[in-house]
């Protein structure tokens, strides 16, 4: 619903405390691509926020991002209310995070993304998942599952620079990797931050 002019004064005051990286004009910005964002929405959230399509449109054209199943965990990260809209608040916030994050943040939102059943660990099977839908489509001929598999194999067996770090923080070798194992491992090699699929903006 339309806000009065005060009440957008109030609001972007407000984000610009608690997005934290970005300046009050920047804030005001990105409530007035929200707004258009909105009008574009279907009616269902009586322009409260919103919708999926429109949140992977807009992630799709100003960053590039393609993939489905990084778009759809990106959007549940934003969607912090589990409404199935993104509201003003979670779209400044969300977009802080993504865009301008600290190292912190940006692991916590990385290890959500990957997370796929939310519970706190990333599995073999969301290794592989998340693997099989960053990697380039395989020629017809080709069983697409089975290249992913011995990806995720070499990837937690044999990479001993890269994925591996994350494998040998499983000390109890039960193929999952908690949020603390990711942690560390991000800290000793930056790059495994998207280990398991882009889900961040490039620099550009």
Not at 12 to 32: G, I, M, P, W, Y
Not at 73 to 102: M, P, Q, Y
Request: proline residues 2%; hydrophobic residues 40%; contains cysteine.
């Amino acid at each position: 619903a339309a806000m009065s002019r005060k009440g957008v004064k109030l609001l972007v005051d407000s984000l610009t405390r608690s997005a934290k990286h970005f300046n009050k004009s920047e804030v005001e910005c990105l409530v007035n691509l929200f707004d258009t964002l909105v009008a574009r929405a279907s009616s269902q959230f009586a322009g409260a926020g919103f919708d999926r399509t429109v949140f992977r449109d807009t992630l799709h054209s100003a960053f590039g991002m393609t993939d489905d199943v990084v778009l759809d965990r990106v959007f549940s990260t934003f969607d912090k209310g589990n409404s199935g809209c993104i509201t003003v608040v979670e779209w400044v916030e969300g977009l802080a995070v993504l865009l301008r994050g600290t190292l912190e943040e940006k692991m916590k939102y990385c290890f959500a993304v990957y997370d796929l059943n939310g519970d706190g660990y990333i599995s073999r099977e969301e290794m592989f998942q998340m693997l099989k839908n960053s990697l380039l489509i395989q020629p017809a001929d080709e069983e697409p599952d089975e290249g992913v598999k011995d990806l995720v194999e070499i990837a937690l067996k044999k990479m001993a620079s890269t994925y591996l770090l994350l494998y040998l923080r499983d000390y109890d070798h039960d193929g999952k990797l908690s949020f603390e194992d990711f942690e560390k491992a991000v800290r000793e090699e930056e790059l495994l931050l998207e280990a398991f699929g882009p889900c961040l903006p490039d620099i550009k």
